[in-house]
C-alpha cells in the first residue's frame, strides 16, 4: 500500500500557526484502519499486508515562510546556497520548525517504529483472528521536495548534516547524504514504487511559472514574493497599526499565507478592510503599507532580473495584480486569476491538463497521476482506454493540503468575500489484489471554521444579496435535453468516438 500527503507547510512558528498534532494523530488512526482494509484480498480472503509507503510529496517543512528572512539584507535563498550567512539560515529555521512542530513529527517518526500500526493476523481459513495480538507492518516514510523545501534537494557536506537532522526527527527512510528528489527518476526506490503500484507522482511545481524556473536546485519568483512581501507585511502593519486597527483586523491579516490563488492576496485584504475596519484612513494607510513593500519587492535584483520589454512578462503582471494603485475599477480579481491561467497556458486552476502530458500516462505505464502545489484536492477522469481484453482507466488526483485555506465566494466576487476552511486529505493506492481488488481510495475532509476563531464582523453597509431577486427557477435553462446547444462553430462538427 502506498500513501501520499503534501503540503502540510509546518513552520517555525515566526509567521502563523499550522496543522496541529491532532490532525497527525487522527492520520496515524486512519493508515491502521486502511493497513487492515488493504489486507482482505480480491478473492475475498484476509491476508495482512506486508508493507506500507508513505511518500511526503514536497511543501512539507516549510523554510521560505519564516519572518527571520526578513531580518537580514543578506542571506536570501536566491544567493548562492554556498554562502555561509544563506546555509546557516536555512540550518537555523530548519531547526526551529522540527522543535515548533515536535509533538506532531513524534506522530509522524512514531509511524516507522516496528508495531506502530498492527493488524490482525490471518487464520488457515484465510479470516482475521479476532483477540490476538496484532502484526506489525513496516512503515517507510519517504521525503520529495516541493517549492518550499526545495533547499533539501541541495547537494553539499552542508546539507547532508541538514537532511541527517531532518531524516531523524521524521523517521524518514531517505539516505541523508544524497539530495531528497524532486523528480522520482531521482530515486530508483521510489522509481520501482511508483511503478509496483501503477502511478505516478511528483509535487507539480514545475507547471507554477512562479514557483519553477527550469531548476530545482534555485530560487523562484514564489520565494521572493513570501519573503519580501507576505513576511514582512503583517509585521510592518502592526508595527505601524497596531493601535489603530481592529483586533479582527489584525488577526485576520495573520491568516494572510492562507489565501489561494496567493496572488488574491491584496484582493483578500481589500475585503477584509472593508468587513473589518470601521476607518477608511486606516484602510488607505494599510493599503498603502501594501504598496510600498510591493515596491520594494519589485525593485530588488532578483525580481526585476526577471522583467522584459515584453509587456506580458512576469514582473509587469505582478505589478498589476499585487499594487492596489494599479487595481482596475472592476474586475480585479477575476483579471488576476485569468493571467494566472494564462501564464501556465490553461484557462483553470486544475492542473489535470498538464497530467495528459506525463509519459507515463501517455504510455499507459501508470493509471494514476498525482501532483500537490495547489491546496485544491481533487479526483479527474483522464482516459479509459480498451487494451489487451480490458479497460484501462486512468485518473489524476490532487493531494490537497493539510491547513486552513481561505477561496473567494463566487456569486458576487466584485465584494471580495473569502470563506475559510481547514482541509486535510490523503490518498492510498493499493497494488495486486490488496483492498479487494480496488487500485485506490482517497480521503478529504473540510472542518468549516467555527466564526470565534475568525471575528470578523460586517463594519460596512452589505450590498443587496443578488440571490433575494432570483426566481427558484432560473430562467434560460433547457427543460428538456439537450441542456447545452452546440455554440455555431461546432454545429455540423461529427464527433470521433474511439472503437473498442
Not at 496515524?28 to 484502519?33: C, P
Not at 527512510?173 to 526506490?189: I, L, Q
Not at 504598496?291 to 509587469?316: C, E, K, Q, Y
Request: charged share 20%.
Amino acid at each position: 500500500m502506498l500513501v501520499i500527503i503534501s503540503d502540510l507547510h509546518l513552520t517555525d512558528g515566526t509567521s502563523g500557526a499550522t496543522v496541529s498534532s491532532g490532525a497527525f494523530e487522527i492520520f496515524a488512526q486512519r493508515l491502521s484502519d486502511l493497513a487492515v482494509a488493504a489486507s482482505y484480498r480480491a478473492d475475498g480472503s484476509y491476508r495482512p499486508i506486508d508493507r506500507i509507503d508513505l511518500v511526503l510529496l514536497g511543501d512539507i517543512l516549510d523554510v521560505i515562510r519564516s519572518t527571520r528572512w526578513s531580518k537580514t539584507s543578506k542571506a536570501k535563498p536566491w544567493n548562492s546556497p554556498n554562502d555561509p550567512a544563506v546555509a546557516s539560515e536555512i540550518a537555523q529555521i530548519t531547526s526551529d520548525i522540527l522543535a515548533a512542530n515536535e509533538a506532531s513529527l513524534a506522530v509522524l517518526r512514531g509511524l516507522a517504529v516496528e508495531g506502530a500500526v498492527c493488524v490482525p493476523p490471518a487464520s488457515s481459513q484465510g479470516r482475521p483472528v479476532t483477540g490476538a495480538e496484532g502484526m506489525g507492518v513496516p512503515v517507510r516514510i519517504h521525503y520529495m521536495v516541493g517549492n518550499h523545501d526545495w533547499l533539501f534537494h541541495l547537494p553539499g557536506s552542508h546539507y547532508d548534516r541538514l537532511r541527517q537532522m531532518v531524516v531523524r526527527q521524521m523517521g524518514l527512510a531517505n539516505r541523508p547524504d544524497v539530495p531528497f528528489p524532486h523528480d522520482p527518476a531521482e530515486s530508483g526506490e521510489l522509481l520501482d514504487l511508483m511503478r509496483r503500484h501503477k502511478m505516478f507522482a511528483r509535487h507539480g511545481d514545475i507547471y507554477d511559472p512562479f514557483n519553477f524556473e527550469g531548476d530545482r536546485d534555485a530560487s523562484s519568483l514564489g520565494d521572493a514574493i513570501v519573503i519580501e512581501l507576505l513576511n514582512r507585511f503583517t509585521t510592518a502593519v502592526e508595527a505601524e497599526l497596531g493601535d489603530e486597527l481592529p483586533l479582527s483586523a489584525l488577526l485576520g491579516l495573520r491568516e494572510i499565507d492562507n489565501v489561494r490563488p496567493l496572488l488574491l492576496v491584496p484582493v483578500w485584504i481589500d475585503g477584509l478592510l472593508a468587513r473589518s475596519c470601521p476607518f477608511p484612513s486606516t484602510r488607505t494607510q494599510v493599503k498603502m503599507i501594501w504598496d510600498r513593500l510591493a515596491d520594494d519587492f519589485l525593485s530588488i535584483p532578483f525580481v526585476r532580473a526577471r522583467d522584459t520589454w515584453n509587456p506580458a512578462d512576469l514582473v509587469d503582471g505582478l505589478e498589476r495584480a499585487l499594487k492596489f494603485s494599479k487595481r482596475l475599477s472592476i474586475g480585479w480579481a477575476s483579471r488576476t486569476v485569468s493571467w494566472l491561467h494564462g501564464l501556465r497556458g490553461k484557462q483553470h486552476e486544475s492542473y489535470a491538463a498538464h497530467a495528459l502530458a506525463e509519459q507515463d500516462f501517455r504510455n499507459r505505464r501508470a493509471k494514476h497521476i498525482v501532483y500537490g502545489h495547489t491546496h485544491h484536492a481533487e479526483s479527474v477522469p483522464l482516459d479509459a482506454s480498451f487494451a489487451e481484453g480490458y479497460v484501462l482507466n486512468q485518473v489524476y488526483f490532487n493531494s490537497g493540503t493539510w491547513r486552513r485555506v481561505h477561496r473567494q465566494t463566487q456569486l458576487a466576487s466584485g465584494e471580495h468575500e473569502f470563506i475559510p476552511a481547514d482541509v486535510m486529505t490523503y490518498l492510498a493506492f493499493f497494488q495486486g489484489d490488496e483492498r479487494k481488488g480496488r487500485p485506490y481510495e482517497t480521503w478529504s475532509g473540510t472542518l468549516a471554521v467555527s466564526p470565534v476563531d475568525v471575528p470578523v464582523h460586517r463594519v460596512d453597509p452589505p450590498q443587496p444579496a443578488a440571490a433575494r431577486s432570483q426566481s427558484l427557477s432560473p430562467p434560460g435553462i433547457h427543460t428538456s435535453a439537450p441542456h447545452f446547444v452546440p455554440s455555431p462553430a461546432v454545429k455540423g462538427r461529427t464527433v470521433p468516438t474511439r472503437r473498442v
